[in-house]
């Protein structure tokens, strides 16, 4: 007999949906979980689809899955050993575009989610399942917008797992219950363009800079907490210049980013940059970008469940982390206190052959069920 997890993650990577195409995924989700008692909302916006689905009364916490059937792009097609939309089961690994990040996790829920329903048709609380095409793109049409129309309407979470991969060696070994914020500025440095070699009539943008960028660096925003590393500051791109090597330009570009934990504030790191570069004496317009707040689940109800849940699935003790970069988790934290991600291991993720093992998929399963067994008994 084939596992029903595996099928689906065949018939789910089997669609072309590279960001923010969805290629019927949802559609064929939709109709598994139709026949169970699902009330199904569409909530497709500005060519993102995404899927509001609910089960359940209004007693009890409400628990959510959330992920997206959206796959990056393939890299060149001809270092793949099999096409990515193809899935090709070898060797122990079931591979294509989406295998590890994350049509197996959303096949996962889907098929945890029948089995529970199948044995406690009357489960305390609801069941809520949170899918969107927009994750790995601009990220503004899918979870964050559904999570918008969710805060106006009142509704609200208890508990969210998000099915990013997560383990980092074996299935299931690391949950991430907590992002730092990511904020970027854009900062434009002013100066007075002329020639080279007549210093005392040019201002000089990139030497105007260089002190202010270096307290920048050297700067210790916070020291970090319990669960999160200090908060980093890191310039990415650095532009100036005519592409003439005897003129002073008349303005350097610098992009940077905070990667904040929760011992920081958005408005804290922004008035801090402004006080370093203001001292300096820098003249400069500064645009910023918040990308995503951080957020934390502390142990307690949804770690602790999640966590025996694995343990009794999977035989291992998983360990907390907040490191990587941003996720969904971002959006939704915003109307559910209590959000993990765990899934598959991330070895292969974005990668030529992004893969996961066969002997994963069945547990992935099982523990996103045990879970729904502890918390909605």
Same mark, same amino acid.
């Given at each position: 007999?084939?596992?029903? @997890?595996?099928?689906?993650?065949?018939?789910?990577?089997?669609?072309?949906?590279?960001?923010?195409?969805?290629?019927?995924?949802?559609?064929?989700?939709?109709?598994?979980?139709?026949? &169970?008692?699902?009330?199904?909302?569409?909530?497709?916006?500005?060519?993102? #689809?995404?899927?509001?689905?609910?089960?359940?009364? =209004?007693?009890?916490?409400?628990?959510?899955?959330?992920?997206?059937?959206?796959?990056?792009?393939?890299?060149?097609?001809?270092?793949?050993? #099999?096409?990515?939309?193809?899935?090709?089961?070898?060797?122990?690994?079931?591979?294509?575009?989406?295998?590890?990040?994350?049509?197996?996790?959303?096949?996962?829920?889907?098929?945890?989610?029948?089995?529970?329903?199948?044995?406690?048709?009357?489960?305390?609380?609801?069941?809520?399942?949170?899918?969107? #095409?927009?994750?790995?793109?601009?990220?503004?049409?899918?979870?964050?917008?559904?999570?918008?129309?969710?805060?106006?309407?009142?509704?609200?979470?208890?508990?969210?797992?998000?099915?990013?991969? @997560?383990?980092?060696?074996?299935?299931?070994?690391?949950?991430?219950?907590?992002?730092?914020?990511?904020?970027?500025?854009? &900062?434009?440095?002013?100066?007075?363009?002329?020639?080279?070699?007549?210093?005392?009539?040019?201002?000089?943008?990139?030497?105007?800079?260089?002190?202010? &960028?270096?307290?920048? $660096?050297?700067?210790?925003?916070?020291?970090? =907490?319990?669960?999160?590393?200090?908060? /980093?500051?890191?310039?990415?791109?650095?532009?100036?210049?005519?592409?003439?090597? =005897?003129?002073?330009?008349?303005?350097?570009?610098?992009?940077?980013?905070?990667?904040?934990?929760?011992?920081?504030?958005?408005?804290? +790191?922004?008035?801090?940059?402004?006080?370093?570069?203001?001292?300096?004496?820098?003249?400069?317009?500064?645009?910023?970008? +918040? /990308?995503?707040?951080?957020?934390? @689940?502390?142990?307690?109800?949804?770690?602790?469940?999640? /966590?025996?849940?694995?343990?009794?699935? $999977?035989?291992?003790?998983?360990?907390?982390?907040?490191?990587?970069?941003?996720?969904?988790?971002?959006?939704?934290?915003?109307?559910?206190?209590?959000?993990?991600?765990?899934?598959?291991? =991330?070895?292969?993720?974005?990668?030529?052959?992004?893969?996961?093992?066969?002997?994963?998929?069945?547990? +992935?399963?099982?523990?996103?069920?045990?879970?729904?067994?502890?918390?909605?008994?």
């Amino acid at each position: 007999m084939t596992d029903p @997890t595996l099928d689906l993650a065949r018939e789910l990577i089997a669609r072309r949906s590279l960001t923010p195409a969805d290629d019927g995924c949802l559609e064929l989700i939709a109709q598994r979980l139709a026949p &169970l008692g699902f009330s199904l909302e569409r909530m497709d916006h500005a060519g993102v #689809s995404n899927l509001w689905a609910r089960h359940g009364g =209004n007693d009890g916490p409400v628990l959510c899955f959330a992920g997206h059937t959206d796959v990056v792009p393939t890299g060149p097609l001809d270092q793949w050993r #099999s096409d990515p939309f193809t899935p090709d089961v070898r060797d122990g690994f079931l591979y294509g575009r989406g295998a590890a990040d994350m049509k197996t996790s959303v096949a996962a829920f889907v098929t945890a989610v029948e089995r529970f329903i199948a044995a406690r048709p009357r489960h305390s609380g609801t069941l809520a399942l949170l899918l969107t #095409s927009d994750e790995e793109g601009r990220a503004v049409n899918g979870t964050a917008r559904v999570v918008d129309i969710l805060k106006a309407r009142g509704e609200r979470l208890d508990y969210c797992i998000v099915g990013e991969p @997560t383990a980092a060696s074996r299935l299931a070994d690391t949950i991430k219950n907590g992002r730092r914020g990511s904020l970027s500025g854009r &900062l434009v440095v002013k100066g007075l363009q002329g020639h080279i070699a007549y210093p005392h009539l040019v201002k000089n943008p990139v030497h105007i800079a260089a002190p202010a &960028l270096t307290e920048l $660096a050297a700067t210790v925003w916070d020291e970090g =907490n319990e669960y999160f590393p200090p908060t /980093s500051w890191q310039v990415s791109n650095f532009h100036a210049g005519t592409g003439a090597d =005897n003129v002073v330009p008349s303005m350097a570009e610098i992009l940077f980013n905070f990667r904040f934990s929760t011992a920081s504030t958005p408005e804290g +790191l922004q008035a801090r940059v402004r006080e370093i570069l203001d001292r300096h004496g820098v003249d400069y317009t500064l645009e910023w970008t +918040l /990308s995503g707040k951080p957020y934390l @689940t502390p142990r307690g109800g949804l770690v602790d469940a999640v /966590s025996q849940a694995i343990r009794e699935v $999977a035989g291992i003790e998983t360990t907390l982390s907040t490191s990587g970069g941003t996720s969904d988790g971002r959006f939704i934290a915003d109307i559910c206190p209590e959000v993990i991600e765990v899934g598959p291991v =991330n070895a292969s993720i974005h990668k030529i052959d992004e893969c996961i093992a066969l002997a994963d998929i069945a547990p +992935l399963s099982r523990i996103f069920e045990r879970s729904l067994e502890l918390l909605l008994p």
